[in-house]
């Protein structure tokens, strides 16, 4: 099992910045992307971030450009820095670490973080 534990977020204005954290503790054997997904209110989760652990990262299209996630393998931790924060970006975000051992797929979430953009 691998337990996630979430820290940053809160209320920022628009055009501000804020940094999450994300980090893995427990059998992270197998682990291969961490990162970040977000649900808003009345919509579907989505991805924003996610970063394998050689350091491929991807991201979501409305935050292109203006988040950077990184990684510290060596403390089993995912960094969200987001940047240029506008007002959709409010919502709920998820810490996720995924991968496999074998044919056995891994999936773990973390608990939310709440991120509100408001003027």
């Known amino acids: 099992q691998v337990q996630l534990v979430v820290t940053g977020g809160g209320l920022v204005q628009p055009g501000g910045s804020l940094r999450l954290s994300c980090v893995a503790s427990?059998?992270?054997?197998?682990?291969?992307?961490m990162g970040w997904y977000r649900q808003a209110p009345g919509k579907q989760r989505e991805l924003v971030a996610m970063i394998s652990v050689d350091g491929i990262a991807e991201y979501g299209y409305s935050v292109q450009g203006r988040f950077t996630i990184s990684r510290d393998n060596a403390k089993n931790t995912v960094y969200l820095q987001m940047n240029s924060l506008k007002v959709e970006d409010t919502a709920v975000y998820y810490c996720?670490?995924?991968?496999?051992?074998?044919?056995?797929?891994?999936?773990?979430w973390g608990q939310g973080t709440q991120v509100t953009v408001s003027p």
């Open positions: 427990g059998t992270t054997v197998g682990i291969n992307r």
């Open positions: 996720n670490a995924n991968g496999a051992i074998g044919v056995a797929g891994l999936n773990y």
